[in-house]
């Protein structure tokens, strides 16, 4: 079906809207995602340290956390 270009043009801002807020929400959960992965490093930097040192736990708030410069 034949749509004018003014109905064209408001589909256009309304993608243009829809891709901006979808790009958005992706970058927030890249931002959750990078989170969690710079805390899973420290967390297994933590394991491996303990282990080496011989401890049979760790509170992960406070062990090594000036050691592991974070």
């Known amino acids: 079906m034949k749509q004018s270009i003014e109905w064209h043009q408001e589909c256009l801002v309304n993608s243009t809207r829809y891709a901006k807020a979808r790009r958005e929400e ?5 931002a959750v995602v990078e ?5 899973n ?5 933590q394991i491996d340290l303990a282990t080496k040192e011989g401890k049979d736990g ?6 090594a956390i000036k050691r592991l410069c974070v």
């Not at 989170?35 to 805390?39: G, T, V, Y």
């Not at 490093?41 to 930097?45: F, N, S």
């Not at 760790?58 to 062990?63: L, Q, T």
């Open 41 to 45: 490093g420290l967390k297994q930097a």
């Open 26 to 30: 992706a970058e927030k959960a890249l």
């Open 35 to 39: 989170k969690l992965e710079q805390s």
């Open 58 to 63: 760790f509170d992960e708030d406070k062990y």
